[in-house]
Each structure stands twice: as C-alpha cells, then as structure tokens.
C-alpha cells in the first residue's frame, strides 16, 4: 500500500492543523492505520492509532489534544491537531499496520509509510 500526507505547516502555538493520508489500496479496511513524528535528533515517535473499527489510541503527550480519524470509503487518515505546542515539532508519518485490530506502538511493526510531513511550531 502506499501512503501520501499532506497538511503539514508552520503554525504559531495554540493553533491547529490537520493532516491528511491517503492510502492507494482498496483493502484499506485491512490495516491498522497510525501516525509518528520524528523531531530532529530523536527517535521516531508513536502519535495515534485507529483501527478500522474506529478505535484509537493516543501518546498520553499528544491525549485531548490529538484526534485521529479515519474515512474508510476515501482511504484517508486524518489527524486533527489543536493547541499545538512547540514541543509538536516534527516530520509527521503516517504508516499503515496490516491488522484489523492489534495496536502496537513500535514504528517497526508498520510495514507501510508515508513520506512525511513537516510540522513547526512556533512559539
């Protein structure tokens, strides 16, 4: 499957974005579908993740803030980002799981990825 995102910027802090994914595969349905974030000099982190049933799952760092959301018909993700911190700062990566259900949060076990998007926030 391949993955596209969109929507990242610079924002000042307390603003929004939302991101955007859109998967190429059909069996979208089938896969776990999560969003990470790398910030420089850091490892890759886990954000969120939703399952085709609608289940999500959260970094307590990102809880109340973050909701992720996803249109099975379109294979999109979404992540809605409100009251941004600069500590938000980095390449956001969508990655798709190929489970219906079993959420993990470790990046390796997510075969599928998007390119990336920049996310800044200023302060």
């Known amino acids: 499957v391949q993955l596209q995102a969109s929507g990242g910027g610079l924002v000042q802090a307390g603003g929004s974005l939302r991101l955007s994914c859109a998967a190429s595969e059909r069996t979208f349905s089938n896969y776990i579908m999560g969003w990470f974030r790398q910030a420089p000099g850091k490892e890759r982190e886990f954000v969120t993740a939703i399952t085709w049933g609608g289940d999500t799952y959260y970094a307590d760092s990102v809880k109340g803030r973050f909701a992720i959301s996803r249109d099975n018909a379109k294979y999109t993700v979404y992540l809605q980002m409100n009251s941004l911190k600069p500590e938000d700062t980095a390449v956001y990566y969508c990655?798709?799981?190929?489970?219906?259900?079993?959420?993990?949060?470790?990046?390796?076990?997510?075969?599928?990825w998007g390119q990336g998007t920049l996310v800044t926030v200023s302060s």
């Open positions: 990655a798709a799981k190929r489970a219906r259900r079993l959420v993990t949060s470790r990046p390796e076990d997510y075969a599928y």
